[in-house]
Nanobody, 122 residues
């Protein structure tokens, strides 16, 4: 599985960005998918995850502002980010697990990672 993120950029506080992640291979519909982020000097943290049935899970810091979605027909994962804050500035990663995971926002549960896309909020 190869994951390629896109959609990052620079935005002012209060603005919006939409991240996308294209997944290769034929297992996307069976993969638990998630977005993580890592700010300079901080550990990588889970932002949002989604199972094949579409049920999402969000970190408390983004709940109500971010929306995760997946399109199995296009093998694509998305993250709509609204009301962005400076503390959302980070490198955002797309991640995939081979199957269902019990702790969806724990990074060690994921097997495949993208290269990351930078989000900067000023």
């Amino acid at each position: 599985v190869q994951l390629v993120e896109s959609g990052g950029g620079s935005v002012q506080a209060g603005g919006s960005l939409r991240l996308s992640c294209a997944s290769s291979g034929n297992s996307f519909s069976r993969n638990y998918m998630a977005w993580f982020r890592q700010a300079p000097g901080k550990e990588r943290e889970g932002v949002a995850s989604i199972w094949s049935d579409g049920s999402p899970l969000y970190a408390a810091s983004v709940k109500g502002r971010f929306t995760i979605s997946r399109d199995s027909a296009k093998n694509t994962l998305s993250l709509q980010m609204n009301s962005l804050k400076p503390e959302d500035t980070a490198l955002y990663y797309c991640a995939a697990a081979r199957w269902w995971v019990d702790v969806p926002l724990q990074r060690t549960k994921y097997n495949y990672w993208g290269q990351g896309t930078q989000v900067t909020v000023s």
